[in-house]
T-cell receptor
């Protein structure tokens, strides 16, 4: 069974801090590793990673994948209160079936 | 920007009743999915649907569940005889290229 493990499960920081969220995975037939942000309801897409060592960047968020060591990290620099959310690491498998980690609950305090 | 929509946003039902959760995927998307998230737990895959048939389903998706695309726009999840443990948030998603886009969810409460 595919497994995605995230750490930490929760994190509290102050505005302006930089955070790193971790994700390790054990899956068969790796296709892609995705990051989603879940605020109140629906997960919203952040990044998809398929190749090792190539950083994806969007504003203050960036992510990188290491396919040899089977992990990914999501970095958020200069955090803002609006970054408070659950960040989900997800494996996209065959038939594009998604396997989710439990998520990291990030709380950014003013 | 087009989005996946779901109705109703909340549904309360009695155990043993049938419920139908509705989704309108983004038009021109061809792959559709249902996921559920029990309160406090992770999001779990239920079923994927392509070309008017199920392409993959999880162990959760037993005979009590069915999916249908009755017309060109709706994608439904039916639970025939609800159980207490079916209480969860149900998310619909549709896929474009490699990315799945999620609807806002239906919160189902079985009493």
């Amino acid at each position: 069974e595919d497994k995605v493990v995230q750490s930490p499960l929760s994190l509290v920081v102050h505005e302006g801090d930089t955070v790193t969220l971790n994700c390790s995975y054990e899956v068969t037939n790796f296709r892609s590793l995705l990051w989603y942000k879940q605020e109140k309801k629906a997960p919203t897409f952040l990044f998809m990673l398929t190749s090792s060592g190539i950083e994806k960047k969007s504003g203050r968020l960036s992510s990188i994948l290491d396919k040899k060591e089977l992990f990914s990290i999501l970095n958020i620099t200069a955090t803002q209160t609006g970054d408070s959310a659950v960040y989900l690491c997800v494996h996209g498998g065959s038939n594009y079936k998604l396997t989710f980690g439990k998520g990291t609950l990030l709380t950014v305090n003013p | 920007e087009p989005e996946v929509t779901q109705t109703p946003s909340h549904q309360v039902t009695q155990m043993g009743q049938e419920v139908i959760l509705r989704c309108v995927p983004i038009s021109n998307h061809l792959y559709f999915y249902w996921y559920r998230q029990i309160l406090g737990q992770k999001v779990e895959f239920l079923v994927s649907f392509y070309n008017n048939e199920i392409s993959e389903k999880s162990e959760i998706f037993d005979d009590q569940f069915s999916v249908e695309r009755p017309d060109g726009s709706n994608f439904t999840l039916k639970i025939r005889s609800t159980k207490l443990e079916d209480s969860a948030m149900y998310f619909c998603a549709s896929k474009w290229e490699e990315t799945q886009y999620f609807g806002p969810g239906t919160r189902l409460l079985v009493l």
